[in-house]
């Protein structure tokens, strides 16, 4: 028998219990034991329900506990999940966890941690929700050099941008549609501003290059600035706009970026709606390969947190090699990055052609006093000087390749 705990039971922790319960029996199997829950940590009590009599407040009382051998942190947030799991780790505890936000700042350290104590530190689900990314990047795809990896990788803006689109539905709505189906971060802005697409993006650079990407050094814009009007010229050039984080090996170096890209319907991600991700991964000896699946939501995310526990079942005395260590890794300037610009603004044609040359004119029927445009391929910071010099841009979104 494995004993474990959960720290946290909410929407992922207790469904890490219902995934456990359901399907005990092929786990076990799979496993090559049982898993029983024997602990669940949380702020509150959960009277009537079946985990209430293993209900515990203090941390300690599972560091303290030899029979416990793998925790589950499904709390969120770095402190204070940093302290708690680095405590498990200590005690020779393996850990698996949900939460990108601590693997994204703590992930070298922990991993290092965990191979110095032969233990496991595991966060499939930190990434993707349900898709599988984070065991083939660190075991599927390792004879490859990975030279772009590009994804949607924010369940809830995927889901919003969809229900936007496609029933035309308000932003403050949609949002809390996501919400309540359990899809956003406790501070939902961590969504909508791009910023848990940014730790994501992070965490897959950093196991493809082996070294630490500070997430606060990519360029991150998220989709609150998107607009009902932007959608209608999405819709005038047959193109969908989607919330892609990507990294790419340049031979300067790792680029990344997270913006909202106008995609057209030859684009592998275009089809990728409502809470469903995608990750687009090149290998240089590979190719092209596609990950695709629920990007967040209870079941799924859980499925991949009890993957990881049945993996350390298997490796109880040993510690599965993961590549990354806390060398900085310094990002390409995103300046330095070439895009095709959509652009509205109130400026007129003349104006338009006289600073960015040849254009594509986009009118929209019934939308009047501006004028859209996209642009040929130029550097960001080539753009940004002749956005400034143009003066009334109403929004500018990049377009996909
Ligand atoms: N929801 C999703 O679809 C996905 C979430 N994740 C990640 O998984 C993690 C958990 O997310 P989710 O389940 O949605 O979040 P929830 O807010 O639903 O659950 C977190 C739980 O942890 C409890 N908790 C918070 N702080 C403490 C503490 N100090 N001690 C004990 N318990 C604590 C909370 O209690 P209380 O409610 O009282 O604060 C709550 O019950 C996050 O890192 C998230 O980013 C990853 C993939 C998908
Ligand atoms: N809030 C996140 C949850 C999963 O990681 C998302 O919407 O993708």
Known sequence: MIKIAVMGYGTIGSGVVEVLATNKDSIA???????????????????????????????????????????????????PAYTFVKAMLEAGKHVTTSNKALVADKGAELIALAKAKNV???????????????RPLNSCLTADEIEEITGILNGTTNYMMTKMSNEGLEFEDVLKDAQEKGYAEKDPSADIEGYDAC?????????????????????????????????????????????????????????????????????????????????????????????????????????AVVADIVDIAKHLNRNILIEWSSKKLELVDYKKAENVFFVRTTADKAKIESIFGNVEFVEVEGITGEIGFVTTSMKEETFATKAAELGNVLSVIRVGK
């Open 120 to 134: 496991n530190f595991l966060f499939e689900a930190s990434v993707g929700g349900g898709i599988p990314i984070i």
């Open 199 to 303: 730790r994501k993006i992070a965490i897959l650079t950093s196991l493809v290059c082996g070294q630490q990407v500070d997430f606060n050094d990519i360029h991150t814009e998220g989709i609150t600035k998107i607009s009902a009007t932007d959608i209608k010229y999405a819709k005038q050039m047959g193109r969908v706009i989607k919330l892609l984080a990507s990294s790419k090996k340049t031979e300067n170096g790792y680029s990344a970026m997270v913006a909202p890209f106008l995609l057209s319907p030859e684009h592998p991600l275009y089809n990728v709606n409502d809470v469903f991700n995608a990750i687009f991964v090149h290998g240089n000896v590979l190719g092209d390969a596609m990950f695709y699946g629920s990007g967040a939501g209870k079941l799924p995310t859980a499925s």
């Open 29 to 79: 199997k799979r496993a090559g034991d049982e898993i029983e829950v024997k602990y669940v940590l949380d702020l509150r009590d959960f009277p009537g329900d079946p985990i209430e009599d293993k209900v515990v407040h203090d941390y300690q009382t599972i560091v303290n506990d030899p029979e416990v051998s793998v925790v589950v942190e499904t709390m969120g947030g770095v402190e």
